[in-house]
């Protein structure tokens, strides 16, 4: 491996890490000259990284205006969670029939992992929670799988920076001792309604459906002058 693939392979792991812990909000431009001085790299190394994010949903280009943080619509957020809950409802299948020998280990390693950051930084919390479906997929064994898992979780990531009122880290890492539990206790059925339940109350956080406010909430603003 280059020397230059490795700076790449860098720089494209910290600025994801960056925009999933909500460090980068959506909608921030990313001055290929800003980062390649921050990372102390080139210009071309920068620019091989936002190709990579890109290319997995993260970053979007602007002709003439460079890289920004991606913005998804709530309708594209729709359809990526509508992609997830069929892709993981895979994933649990294929570990009930081949969990591989060290498989629990790693999942309730990465369980304390998530409990030890329960109450203290969400940002972190929200990260650890995508990288244990992320875990989840590579035990299958399935390569394919795995890369479009971790795509699609990287892409939920974004959408709850986006769209999220709150983040429950208590509630995921519960849910996620179930799910281990229940693939543990080869109950396909009972393990796939679990992560289902778990990731429509994730696309609940993040309240994909619009709400259009009620005649008298907005009159309520108006009455307000009434009354000063």
Known sequence: MSDKTTLTD????????????????????LPEDTVGEQFGVSRTIVRHALVRLENEGLVVTRRNRGAFVAEPSLEEAKHVFEVRRALEAEVIRLLVERMPRSGYDQLEAHVR????????????????????????????????????VSEI?????LIMAMYAKSHSSDCAVDEHSQIIAA????????????????????AGRAELEPKQDSVSSILSRYGKELAS
Do not use: W
């Open 113 to 148: 992992s998530e409990e030890s950051v329960k109450g203290k930084d969400g940002p972190v919390s929200i990260r650890l929670a995508g990288e244990f479906h992320i875990l989840l997929a590579e035990l299958t064994g399935n390569h394919v799988l795995a890369r479009y």
């Open 183 to 202: 693939i543990r206790d080869g109950d396909t059925r009972r393990a796939t309604s679990l992560m289902d339940h778990h990731l429509g109350a994730v």
């Open 10 to 29: 860098a720089v494209h792991q910290l600025l994801r890490r960056a925009i999933i812990e909500q460090a980068l909000k959506p909608g921030m431009r």
């Open 153 to 157: 979780v990287l892409r939920c990531s």
